[in-house]
């Protein structure tokens, strides 16, 4: 017999059953074993959400990603389909895949884990559960006629399943103390923070009042950088659905708001999500002094990792922002999934064909940039 725990498998085409709740002996019959290994893998119902969330927070991989609140906030916002498969073993939850079917007009059809998110993927207790998601996925794949699975997970969990050398994420520890702050930063970053306090006056506020502010200014920025704008309602629904697990922030320069942030927290770790700046952000350092009040208010509360988020490797500007700023960059270890003769979906904003688009998009208003870019963010997950 093969040390491979036993597997079955509810897939799309079969029942939308929730995971089993009968005793260990009578699933095991169900999976056709009646080894105290067996494993059954199943698509998630909204009665286990609370469930899934315990697992995926207590898993060194589980990331915000994972948890049923940017699911939930992923449907609503955008409407794609979710499909959610949980690996139970004797009655406990040991690996979890979120995945949304995204039925892009640009790139066909595909399975991510997951849209708008810099993680996601297969989070397992060991490698047999790890294989029976991807085998599952791979099963659902097939049944919704999806040719590509985009596995956006920080280390590469499938063997022999080559790894997307694209993206990097900058991840730091932050100092102990509040006094430390400033000398945690590169000497550079920190006369900028300093000069945006000293020199400029520039001021912070943290409230859920400003999210409106933030999205408006994010739109300004998404427009100038040539990148697409998400809808305001997703930005509605991540806050809604993270309560006390958000923090809103703004910053004002004589009188006006010129950056705003919308961070993100989870575990230990804070992560500055949404940025958004205005034309004259750049003349005061608005954008390092609001990242720097998120650091101080993040070691007041003792937050112990600064995720500063992913960047392209060929984004300069990021890239060398992030670094200005002390973090080193580190490889995102993504995976891309491909039936034999499919082409992977190259969506990157680097793509040669969207180059027209992009050179001109900068000089469109933003109500249109603001009205095309939630629709066509739609169709490219992010």
Not at 106 to 132: E, K, T
Not at 171 to 176: G, I, K, W
Not at 314 to 331: A, H, L, Q, T
Not at 349 to 370: E, I
Request: net charge positive; with cysteine; charged share 25%.
């Amino acid at each position: 017999m093969s040390d491979a725990p036993a597997i079955t498998v509810v897939t799309p085409g079969h029942s939308r059953e929730a995971v089993s709740d009968s005793p260990p002996q009578q699933r095991n019959e169900h999976a056709g074993s009646s080894t105290r290994s067996s494993c059954l893998v199943a698509l998630l119902t909204a009665d286990r959400r609370a469930d899934w969330d315990t697992y995926v927070s207590s898993h060194q991989d589980g990331t915000l990603f994972h948890t049923s609140a940017w699911q939930r906030a992923v449907s609503e916002a955008f409407g794609h389909e979710a499909f959610y498969l949980a690996a139970v073993r004797e009655g406990r939850m040991v690996g979890a895949l979120p995945m949304f079917l995204v039925a892009s007009r640009i790139a066909g059809r595909m399975l991510v884990s997951v849209p708008y998110g810099v993680g996601g993927g297969i989070v397992a207790d060991d490698d047999h559960v790890a294989g029976h998601l991807f085998e599952a996925a791979k099963s659902s794949a097939d049944k919704l006629n999806c040719p590509v699975i985009d596995l956006r997970s920080e280390r590469a969990v499938v063997p022999d399943l080559p790894v997307v050398d694209r993206y990097v994420g900058f991840r730091r520890e932050l100092p102990e103390q509040v006094a430390d702050v400033p000398g945690w930063l590169p000497r550079k970053a920190r006369a900028a923070t300093r000069n945006a306090r000293d020199k400029y006056g520039l001021t912070a506020a943290f409230g859920d009042e400003h999210l409106e502010d933030v999205w408006r200014l994010y739109s300004i920025s998404m427009r100038r950088l040539a990148s697409l704008t998400y809808p305001y309602r997703f930005f509605e629904r991540l806050v809604s659905h993270t309560p006390g697990r958000h923090w809103v922030c703004v910053v004002t320069w004589n009188g006006r708001v010129v950056a705003g942030l919308v961070t993100f927290l989870f575990k230990d770790t804070v992560m500055p999500y949404f940025i958004g700046t205005t034309d004259a952000a750049r003349q005061c350092s608005a954008a390092n002094f609001i990242y720097y009040c998120v650091m101080m208010r993040a070691v007041e509360k003792g937050y112990r990792v600064f995720d500063f988020g992913r960047s392209r490797r060929e984004n300069i500007g990021s890239y060398d922002f992030k670094r200005f700023n002390g973090f080193e960059p580190r490889p995102l270890e993504y995976q891309v999934y491909r039936t034999p003769g499919s082409l992977e979906p190259n969506l990157s904003p680097s793509n040669p064909k969207f180059g027209l688009v992009r050179r001109v998009w900068k000089y469109l208003p933003l109500c249109v940039t603001r009205s095309v870019g939630a629709y066509v963010s739609r169709h490219i997950p992010g």
